[in-house]
């Protein structure tokens, strides 16, 4: 995956942490070519429906990753 980013390109994306990458995460990001260093993300204040049915926590992390 990291090699299809440009030098200096950011590759973010949904994810389904509420608060901060698992170790699974994290590893998957680093088998795709993601070094540590270049793994960030910021957590973000969201407020789901009530009926909704993939989230319901009040955060969720938006992925900032560089390559």
Known sequence: ???LL???GI??????????FSKQHL???QEA???L????YEVCEV?????C????????IAPIIRK
């Open 33 to 35: 070519g993601f070094t």
């Open 6 to 8: 440009k030098p200096g």
């Open 11 to 20: 590759f973010t994306y949904y994810s389904d942490e509420a608060k901060k």
């Open 53 to 60: 049915e993939y989230w319901t926590e009040k955060t969720m």
């Open 1 to 3: 995956m990291a090699f």
């Open 47 to 51: 407020n789901p429906p009530k009926n």
């Open 37 to 40: 260093e270049n793994i960030n």
């Open 27 to 29: 590893e998957k990001l």
